[in-house]
């Protein structure tokens, strides 16, 4: 979509907008957008303000739809996307979770710093990038039987721990523990499963990536500290990856099954896209059941390919993984659907958070926060593109009032891949990564022209707004070294 959105959109602060309820008639809530008068002007250049719109028009939601700054044009949602639907009268709509379930992104500290780092960095580079298999279809070492897929589909990254790949400590470090209660793998085709099978460990292709870091700037000293992050100049890793074809799969076959349910439940849509069923109903069980699994499956890729990372590390530096130091700092969803309790107008109610390309954000003293991070909330983790940098965000008291606690969850695109490619024709991007001490490894050169940084956001616009907000406070800013994309 190209045209440039020249709907009504009304001024609520510096970093917050609304569409008005009675923009659109079957509106049922308003609309409410996240981000500087610059983001929102570029956000007006695609549909996603459109898309969000449709989004306020599904039955028995809780509060505004939402779009963070990041957000950009997506299936059914917008990408960027928070909504919370009633469990007593509302719907579950896989198009606000997508098709890339529990893509998702976790942070590793270590002990090295830049000093230690840079005199090996392309033979560490290279050594992540045969140690974790990328790339389109790409599979793994670890090739899975039905009642290991099973296990895994059930116990997320537990099952990974249970094998050697990892700690407790690790499973303490993640959202949801690295497992999602209620998955139930009768509910996954067999086609999903076959796809399963044989992609455990594996990094995928589009903005998957590894990345090694350096802490550049740090905002928050007590948050940072409690994080593991004691100065600049610490090397910290950054993966990004999902449920893979598992994931992909579940997505898909579920969403044949709605697009026939929404007549059975007559529900009117304003886009086909958001096909939904109401919470509660067998359709909307299947759906959780399938997507907790391949949201588990996600938890459990991220844990083996973190085993394979520090053993990658362990390998360049002839140190064990005491010395390296290299625990979780956390591990965040960026697609999900997940049932949580929230106040709201003055009073608790139980929703379906939908978070599409949104990162949950719970604040201080929250029960959900792991016991060594409750006093200063939530870790959030942002990427930005391999050209610039990353952040470490922590959620907030405000978020929790205002966003169900939900954030950012990267630069968002302002460039489809296609356009993309089209761009980077001629170029050497490696090249000119290299040239500001950015060590690449790729996949194929279509792979980088995608990922380029022109197709993206500026993150630090991005991040800016959403601690303009309050909805996140800025802890970290991190600068990549070498990365590795599928």
């Keep these: 979509m190209s045209n440039a959105w020249a709907g009504k959109l009304e001024k609520i602060d510096n970093y917050r907008w609304r569409i008005p309820k009675g923009y659109r008639p079957e509106m049922q809530t308003d609309g409410i957008v996240y981000g500087s008068e610059r983001i929102v002007d570029e956000m007006r250049q695609d549909q996603a303000l459109e898309q969000l719109a449709n989004v306020a028009c599904l039955p028995g939601l809780v509060g505004p739809a939402m779009v963070m700054p990041d957000g950009h044009y997506g299936y059914g949602f917008p990408i960027g996307g928070v909504a919370a639907s009633a469990t007593a009268g509302g719907v579950v709509s896989p198009g606000g979770v997508g098709y890339d379930i529990n893509c998702g992104v976790r942070l590793v500290r270590t002990e090295l710093t830049r000093e230690d780092v840079e005199p090996h960095l392309e033979q ?22 039905e009642t290991e897929l099973r296990q895994v589909a059930q116990r997320g990254a537990e099952w ?9 400590d690790d499973l303490a470090h993640c959202e949801e523990a690295g497992a999602l209660d209620g998955a139930d793998d009768s509910a996954v085709s067999p086609r999903a499963r076959k796809r399963g099978s044989d992609q ?3 990094l995928g292709s589009g903005n998957h990536f590894l990345e090694v870091q350096v802490v550049e700037e740090i905002y928050d000293a007590e948050k940072a500290q409690a994080f593991g992050l004691l100065d600049p100049g610490q090397v910290t890793v950054m993966i990004h990856t999902g449920s893979r074809g598992y994931g992909y799969q579940i997505c898909d076959d579920s969403l044949v099954v709605m697009q026939q349910a929404v007549r059975k439940y007559d529900i009117p849509l304003p886009d086909r896209q958001l096909a939904c069923v109401p919470f509660g109903s067998p359709e909307a069980e299947r759906y959780l059941a399938a997507m907790r699994c391949a949201a588990n499956y996600a938890w459990c890729n991220r844990q083996v390919i973190t085993h394979r990372v520090r053993g990658a590390f362990e390998k360049v530096f002839g140190l064990g993984e005491r010395k390296l130091g290299m ?5 965040v969803a960026h697609n999900i659907a997940k049932v949580e309790t929230h106040e709201y107008a003055g009073r608790k109610v139980e929703v379906c958070v939908h978070r599409k390309g ?8 929250q029960p959900q926060v792991p016991e060594d991070y409750r006093a200063v909330g939530q870790p959030v983790i942002v990427p930005g593109d391999m050209g610039s940098c990353s952040y470490l965000l922590a959620g907030t008291q405000r978020g929790m009032e205002q966003s169900f606690g939900s954030t950012c969850h990267g630069a968002g695109r302002v460039m489809s891949r296609t ?12 090249g000119e990564l290299k040239k ?5 490894r790729a996949q194929g050169r279509d792979t980088l022209a995608e990922e380029a940084p022109y197709a993206y956001k500026d993150v630090s616009a991005v991040v800016d707004s959403c601690s303009g907000a309050g909805i996140a406070v800025k802890v970290a800013k991190l600068r990549p070294l070498g990365v590795v994309k599928g």
């Design 124 to 145: 560490l580079v290279h050594q992540l990038f045969r140690d974790v298999p990328s790339g389109v279809g790409s599979s793994g070492a670890i090739s899975l039987s």
């Design 160 to 168: 990974a721990v249970s094998r050697g790949m990892g700690s407790g």
């Design 200 to 202: 455990l460990g594996t």
């Design 327 to 331: 625990w979780l700092v956390y591990d």
């Design 358 to 365: 949104a990162t949950r954000a719970f604040g201080p003293g």
């Design 419 to 430: 356009q993309a490619i089209k761009q980077g024709r001629g170029r050497d991007l490696a």
């Design 436 to 440: 500001q001490g950015i060590f690449v």
